[in-house]
C-alpha cells in the first residue's frame, strides 16, 4: 500500500537557525511527490513538488526538499527560518493507481521562536 | 482569479439535520476533490471527481453523497448528520496528471451538535 509517514508531531527551531521537517514514503512505482503548508484557519498552500530529475528541488518561500531514492525520504528543509514559517506542514505523495489522488502524512506542526 | 472558494466558512448542525457544501473552482480544472480534516488524521480523501460527470469514492465516503453540477462545481451532501462528522472540509482542484498540484479552497468547519 502506498503511504507517506512524517515522524515528528512538532519541530521546534529557533529564527535563524535552519529547519528539516522529515517526510518518508511507500510507494510502487516511481514516487510523484508534494509538500504543502497550512497556516491557521486556512488552507493547504502548494510549496513544491518532486516528480523526476534533480533530487534537490527549490519550491516557494525559500523551501527546498531532498528526495532520497535509497531512504525513500522527501525531507523539507530551509537555511534560516522565520518567525513566519510557523504552520503546519504535509508532505504528500500521488497514488497512481486511483487516478492520481493524494495521500497525505498527518502533518507536522513547525514553531519557530524569535 | 478566486481559485476554489467554498460554501460557507462555518456551520453547526444538530444530529439528523442535513446540509450541503458548496465548492467551486474558476481554474478550468477537470479534477476536484473532498477532504476533511481532523487533528493528528492529516486529510482524508472523503470523495473525488475526476472528470465531468463521474465521482469516486475516496477512502472516508460514509455519510456523505457528492455532485459533479459541471465542470466548475463539485457539491458535498451530508444526509443525516452525525457528531462524528464534525470536522474541517476542504475541496480541491486539479488539472488531468500525475505530476498536477492540488489547488485547496479555504475550508468549511463544520460542528454536528
Known amino acids: 500500500a502506498q503511504s507517506v509517514a512524517q515522524p515528528e508531531d512538532q519541530v521546534n527551531v529557533a529564527e535563524g537557525n535552519p529547519l528539516t521537517v522529515k517526510c518518508t514514503y511507500s510507494?510502487?512505482?516511481?514516487?510523484?511527490l508534494f509538500w504543502y503548508v497550512q497556516y491557521p484557519n486556512r488552507g493547504l498552500q502548494f510549496l513544491l513538488k518532486?516528480?523526476?530529475?534533480?533530487?534537490l528541488v527549490k519550491g516557494s518561500y525559500g523551501f527546498e526538499a531532498e528526495f532520497n531514492k535509497s531512504q525513500t525520504s522527501f525531507h523539507l528543509k530551509k537555511p534560516s527560518a522565520l518567525v513566519s514559517d510557523s504552520a503546519l506542514y504535509f508532505c504528500a505523495v500521488r497514488d497512481a493507481r486511483s487516478q492520481g489522488n493524494l495521500i497525505f502524512g498527518k502533518g507536522t506542526k513547525l514553531s519557530v521562536k524569535p | 482569479n478566486a481559485g476554489v472558494t467554498q460554501t460557507p466558512k462555518f456551520q453547526v448542525l444538530k444530529t439528523g439535520q442535513s446540509m450541503t457544501l458548496q465548492c467551486a473552482q474558476d481554474m478550468n480544472h477537470n479534477s476536484m476533490y473532498w477532504y476533511r480534516q481532523d487533528p493528528g488524521m492529516g486529510l482524508r480523501l472523503i470523495y473525488y471527481s475526476a472528470s465531468e460527470g463521474t465521482t469516486d469514492k475516496g477512502e472516508v465516503p460514509n455519510g456523505y453523497n457528492v455532485s459533479r453540477l459541471n465542470k466548475r462545481e463539485f457539491s458535498l451532501r451530508l444526509e443525516s448528520a452525525a457528531p462524528s462528522q464534525t470536522s474541517v472540509y476542504f475541496c480541491?482542484?486539479?488539472?488531468?496528471?500525475?505530476?498536477?498540484?492540488?489547488?485547496f479552497g479555504p475550508g468549511t468547519r463544520l460542528t454536528v451538535l
Open positions: 518532486y516528480i523526476t530529475g534533480d533530487n
Open positions: 480541491a482542484a486539479a488539472d488531468r496528471g500525475l505530476n498536477n498540484e492540488q489547488f
Open positions: 510507494v510502487s512505482g516511481n514516487p510523484y
